[in-house]
């Protein structure tokens, strides 16, 4: 058997495998120690929020999910055959800027409706059955601290209308493979059919991977309360 990989649009019953794949790669890294200490000894809140997190990117403008699945398939002659049932082994995060996007897009569309409507819901819930037993102070201090960084590197209307990485992701098992990579190419691909430029908020030893691929780093946000971070390397491709 050969093993077929391919990239399709997400859909929200995938939303539990990529969140699980999600805490197996970042979740692990030395930023969530910093976000929420402690929480692979005790992961089921954790766990929680991710679905809620991934609930609320589902139903928000501008978000677009990429997942990477796996069949089994025959190696011989002729026509393809399936012989297995799909396994998403990695996805992606794309953010667009809504103020990039028509008046249509945002206020008109059903999309917009229903992501109005479907992120309204996920706030309630958040405020009257808040995730517990996490500490969201850190959490709450990226904004503080990240965003004016990032808007200040956001300078020029080319890096303002810039598409976001917010995640890539590969399921442990499958990395090694060229997975990462294939995912980063087809986002790229997209970004440069649509004449945009894009950017990253980098883990750990990830400058060198994105610098392959026409990224430069403009600037890093692992200041202050992430000091102890050994990421944070913001990084543009124009």
């Given amino acids: 058997m050969a093993t077929r990989y391919y990239i399709r649009q997400g859909g929200y019953s995938d939303l539990k495998a990529t969140g699980s794949i999600y805490e197996q790669t970042i979740g692990r890294s030395s930023l969530f120690e910093i976000l929420f200490p402690g929480h692979q000894a005790e992961p ?3 766990t929680k929020w991710v679905a809620r997190l991934f609930w609320k990117r589902y139903w928000m403008l501008g978000y677009s999910l990429k997942v990477l699945a796996a069949t ?8 393809r055959q399936a012989q297995g049932s799909e396994k998403l082994v990695g996805f992606t995060w794309w953010v667009r800027p809504v103020e990039s996007m028509s008046f249509y897009e945002r206020w ?15 706030k309630y819930l958040n405020l009257f ?21 990032t808007d200040g590197l956001r300078n020029t209307p080319r890096r303002r209308s810039a598409w976001f990485l917010s995640a890539i992701c590969v399921d442990p098992k499958y990395q090694g493979k060229g997975l990462g990579k294939m995912l980063l190419l087809d986002g790229l691909s997209e970004a440069d059919r649509a004449g945009v430029a894009t950017w990253i908020i980098g883990l750990a030893g990830v400058e060198d991977f994105y610098t392959r691929h026409g990224f430069v780093e403009a600037g890093r946000v692992n200041v202050e309360d992430f000091e102890a971070w050994d990421g944070g390397s913001v990084m543009f491709r124009e």
Wanted: aromatic letters at 12%.
């Fill in 44 to 46: 089921e809140p954790f």
């Fill in 129 to 149: 059955f808040p995730v517990a037993g996490l500490d969201f102070g850190p959490l709450a201090a990226t904004n503080r601290i990240f965003d004016p960084i």
């Fill in 72 to 79: 089994d398939e025959n190696d011989g002659s002729g026509p």
């Fill in 108 to 122: 008109v569309s059903p999309n917009a409706w229903a992501c109005y409507t479907m992120s309204t819901l996920i």
